[in-house]
């Protein structure tokens, strides 16, 4: 197993100073990407993950996806794969859309992206949380998943952080959540530590990793082979660039004996 991590200047100081060693930066394409492209490059392959406009299983507007600067993206960076988000934006779902409806829809979707793209497709599990509940409808059981999954024959880029979230809020049992989803066809794994929102409900705050998230690679380990682990922290906020540094290194340090 190969180990990622988001980009930043933190990290680009720890590789360039040889104090961690990884095989994948990931990021995805914005304003700031050829300004980096470089330097990231220069390091290690890139994970590319989404551009600089909403890409998912679910868009209304797929022909905006311009797969010729897509895939030359991909290309440039080294992406062995390519993940997009699994969820249906509200203002897309049209009335009367039955369940059937939206596993019909997003099929067609799915399907044009892999004859589209010039590398293997993973659609991710996205979190049940306050703010994904507000612009998204619900996609997030795993039944539904692993029908996706299964019937468009792709792999699954498995969140954690976004599983643990979505049992959280709907009273799962965690580890029977995710033996529901088709660990086996699990190629990349996404690992960080979640907290609060402004209004302190749980969310996705790709902070530190703790003790129980270290835990859950574990356990999910026995019951799957990914190809890559990626650590999705580059710091928060309220942290100095020495603290992200620290946690970085510690993170990194932990993933790599873990997976030895």
């Known amino acids: 197993m190969k180990i990622g991590c988001n980009w930043s200047e933190a990290l680009f100081d720890l590789i360039r100073n040889k104090r961690v060693d990884i095989d994948y930066i990931k990021t995805f394409y914005s304003d ?31 022909n905006v996806v311009d797969f010729r600067q897509l895939n030359n993206l991909i290309h ?5 794969h390519y993940g997009i988000h699994s969820f249906l934006p509200k203002d897309d779902v049209s ?44 996609y997030f059981e795993a039944e539904k998943i692993n029908r996706l999954v299964i019937d468009n024959d792709i792999n699954l880029l498995l969140d954690l952080t976004h599983a643990r979230l979505t049992s959280s809020r709907n009273n799962w049992n965690l580890q029977d959540f995710l033996k529901d989803l088709p660990l086996e066809r699990v190629k990349e794994l996404h690992v960080n530590g979640s907290g609060y929102d402004e209004l302190g409900f749980p969310d996705d705050t790709h902070q530190a990793m703790q003790d129980r998230d270290y835990e859950l690679l574990e356990w999910v380990l026995g019951y799957s082979k990914p190809e890559i682990i990626t650590l999705e922290y580059n710091g928060i906020a309220s942290e100095t660039f020495d603290i992200v540094s620290e946690n970085l290194y510690q993170q990194l340090t932990k993933l790599n004996n873990t997976l030895k």
């Open 76 to 80: 440039r960076c080294g992406s062995p």
């Open 95 to 138: 009335p009367g859309m039955t369940d059937e409806d939206i596993h019909k829809y997003m099929s067609e979707h799915i399907q044009i992206f892999k004859k589209s793209l010039s590398v293997p497709l993973l659609i991710e599990n996205m979190p049940d949380t306050r703010f994904e509940m507000a612009i998204f409808h619900p």
């Open 32 to 62: 700031h990407f050829e300004n980096d492209f470089e330097r990231m490059r220069s390091l290690k392959s890139i994970l590319l993950h989404g551009v600089n406009y909403p890409i998912n299983v679910g868009m209304k507007n797929i």
